[in-house]
């Protein structure tokens, strides 16, 4: 009996690199288009609670390198780096140093999660905004100095103050911090950290404020499906809207 099935989609991958304590590899996939295959992995565990230490552990170049080395086997065709404290750590310059890493490694294209916030940011063209973070306040202090130096201003800022177990906050909590910090003089709004789950609710989020609200998650994998020419998964929300039309 010959059994004929659909035609398989080709595929085109994207690699990531991520934290050791990433817990929300599904929340990726969702932005994902059918013929984008994701190809994970992780860095060496860092016995530490989520403070400045941990973040410029995670920023270390060379592990990033190493790395970015190891998920190159199934030939993705761009690599990001997704951890939003480890990409804006070190300021502009950590960020820049973690792209050239990975493109030493060999990455035909590589983009991070603060690189990428950057991007969206201005191609929306959104130069005040207020953040929300998972951070205690010395990380959180890092992520308004890096987005400084790219001349974006931040009018309004909250930290939950956490140092472990991120991805346990729920949608929730995180709507209770937003309605916190926007202000109107924000135009938009930033919700930080790779392990904080936000695709459900940036829609929504976005019609009741009445203006863009870009996560973690999202800008990571909206640089790196640019890199490809292709639109991310994304109903209803401002930067997928907004990349569609430019594309157009």
């Known amino acids: 009996m010959e059994i004929i099935g659909p035609e398989l989609v080709t595929q085109r991958g994207v690699g ?48 990033v390198r190493r790395a970015t080395a190891d ?10 780096y997704a951890c939003a404290s480890g990409s804006f750590v070190g300021g502009m310059a950590g960020e820049q140093a973690l792209t050239a890493s990975m493109l030493s490694a060999g990455a035909p294209a590589a983009t991070t999660t603060s690189g990428g916030l950057v991007s969206a940011l201005n191609v929306l063209r959104l130069r005040r905004i207020a953040v929300v973070t998972p ?20 009018v309004s800022s909250v930290g939950l103050g956490l140092l ?44 009741w404020l009445g203006k863009p609200v870009l996560t973690a998650n999202q800008v990571t994998m909206w640089s790196a499906l640019r890199q490809l020419g292709s639109p991310m998964m994304a109903a209803g929300q401002w930067l997928a809207e907004i990349s569609e039309t430019h594309a157009a």
């Open 164 to 207: 472990d177990h991120i991805w346990k906050v729920g949608y929730a909590e995180i709507v209770q911090a937003v309605t916190a910090v926007d202000v109107a003089e924000a135009d938009g709004l930033f919700i930080s950290c790779t392990n904080v789950p936000t695709y459900d609710i940036i829609g929504p989020l976005e019609r």
């Open 71 to 80: 998920v190159l086997a199934p030939e993705p065709l761009v690599v990001t």
């Open 135 to 154: 951070y205690i306040d010395s990380v959180t202090e890092r992520l308004l100095t890096f987005l400084d130096e790219h001349r974006v201003e931040v």
């Open 16 to 63: 990531v690199v991520a934290p050791f304590d990433f817990a929300l590899d599904r929340e990726l996939w969702r932005w994902a288009p059918d013929d984008i295959s994701l190809y994970l992995t992780r860095l060496p565990f860092v016995p530490v609670p989520v403070t400045v230490e941990m973040a410029t552990e995670l920023s270390d170049p060379e592990r």
